[in-house]
């Protein structure tokens, strides 16, 4: 991934920050906390590498009244006429008129 980033010449620091999100359909570390935010560390010296990647683990289970607890709660719909996000509810409409109907 790194090679696609930076140009010959460039170092290293200046590549960009990357995030890579992973939607988990059960509350993994059991916590009911929204996002679990992992980093990597240098174990040795105890802090952070700080190399720019960063991982998200997004709680499939989560409900809430935020924006993420309401895509969450829409992810797991199977009715258009129960989801909260518009955009989501047009296109699960037509998936199901197009595409899983015939």
Known sequence: MDVENLHSGQEFKELPDTYTIFIIKKDFYEKGEPVYLIERINLAAGNPFGDGEHILYVNGEYRGESNLG????????????????ELMAERTRYLKENLLMK
């Open 70 to 85: 309401k895509l969450m709660h829409d992810f797991n719909c199977t009715q258009a006429a129960d989801m909260h996000f």
